[in-house]
């Protein structure tokens, strides 16, 4: 079961462009979930001559409870842009805020 939150199917319904996984393997429970698996996935969308990729970039986590895919970032951020976004979240408190939000959107599917 994968939930997408702020996704339109006809957006992510296809194998991402790119792939950076964060965690795998893991089992860091928050909340009552057991985090097992964080991945950024990159779908490029369209490209312009002067402003490059348009790109959608989500993440999805895995639990022990289910998995969500949802909007990370989307525009036009250049070539590196999924690298670019893993580089942020792991310089900053970018994980937790990250976690707490995916996890309240996975609560919310599971008492629905």
């Given at each position: ?56 970039i ?5 639990t ?49």
């Open positions: 079961m994968i939930k997408k939150i702020d996704i339109s199917d006809n957006r992510a319904n296809k194998e991402p462009d790119a792939v950076i996984v964060l965690l795998e393997n893991g089992k860091s429970e928050n909340q009552g979930f057991i985090i097992q698996h964080i991945e950024l996935r990159q779908y490029i969308e369209s490209g312009d001559p002067h402003l490059g990729q348009y790109s959608l989500t993440v999805l986590i895995k022990d409870k289910g998995i969500v895919e949802m909007k990370y970032d989307e525009g036009y951020r250049g070539s590196a842009a999924l690298k670019s976004a893993a580089d942020f979240l792991s310089q900053y408190v970018g994980y937790a805020s990250l976690i707490c939000r995916t996890l309240i959107e996975l609560q919310d599917y599971l008492s629905s």
